[in-house]
């Protein structure tokens, strides 16, 4: 069974980067049929896609996010990381981790609340 | 504003049929790119319920269906439970954006 967890810290201040972390467990991330993505939700609100990466590091960004994205991966530690830049209030949200495959997202990470605040 | 629309709610009583719509353009779902469909209850991670149109993962009862035409899809839920009572998203590739694209979520009710 395929399973995600998020990592990262909680509370970011504005104008600071975010970073969160997600490793996979109990399948491979090398697996040439599926890119590994962020999606986030605001409090209250829909999802919202940020970004994806493939294991051999070619990356996708949301247009409205992609001066400030930059998602990396390390297949060794199977893990692969979210940064965005030079945050606002409007980034606090639930940022979760899934697999995306030509099937849909069918594993996803339990979610991390970030919060940007001072 | 979602690139793919969906009503802000709907709702029903037990054993009823609902559907729940989707409807995007000729740069997504028209494109014949897939539809998938996601269920999220109160404080989970959303759930995968229909993935390419139509396809049910395993686990997810035949009274979920999903279907596709023109530049819209739909999601059927019929003999309605309590515990169907959640937020239900669309999402597609857009290729004009070059990017997935959720719908804005549905409420389903449970009467």
């Known amino acids: 069974q395929v399973q995600l967890q998020e990592s990262g810290p909680g509370l970011v201040k504005p104008s600071e980067t975010l970073s969160l972390t997600c490793t996979v467990s109990?399948?491979?991330?090398?697996?040439?049929?599926?890119?590994w993505g962020w999606i986030r939700q605001p409090p209250g609100k829909g999802l919202e896609w940020v970004g994806s990466?493939?294991?051999?590091?070619?990356?996708y960004y949301s247009p409205s996010l992609k001066s400030r994205v930059t998602i990396s991966v390390d297949p060794s530690k199977k893990q692969f990381s979210l940064k965005l830049s030079s945050v606002t209030a409007a980034d606090t949200a639930v940022y979760y981790c899934?697999?995306?495959?030509?099937?849909?997202?069918?594993?996803w990470g339990q979610g991390t609340l970030v919060t940007v605040s001072s | 504003q979602s690139v793919l629309t969906q009503p802000p709610s709907v709702s029903g009583a037990p054993g009823q049929r609902v559907t729940v719509s989707c409807t995007g353009s000729?740069?997504?779902?028209?494109?014949?790119?897939?539809v998938h469909w996601y269920q999220q209850l109160p404080g989970t991670a959303p759930k995968l319920l229909i993935y390419?149109?139509?396809n049910r993962p395993s686990g997810v009862p035949d009274r979920i269906s999903g279907s596709k035409s023109g530049t819209s899809a739909s999601l059927a839920i019929t003999g309605l439970q309590a515990e169907d009572e959640a937020d239900y998203y669309c999402q597609s590739y857009d290729t004009g954006l070059s990017a997935w694209v959720f719908g804005g979520g549905t409420k389903l009710t449970v009467l």
């Open positions: 390419a149109n139509n």
């Open positions: 000729s740069s997504n779902i028209g494109a014949d790119y897939d």
């Open positions: 899934a697999r995306q495959g030509s099937a849909g997202s069918d594993y």
């Open positions: 109990g399948g491979s991330i090398s697996s040439s049929n599926y890119n």
């Open positions: 990466i493939y294991y051999t590091g070619s990356t």
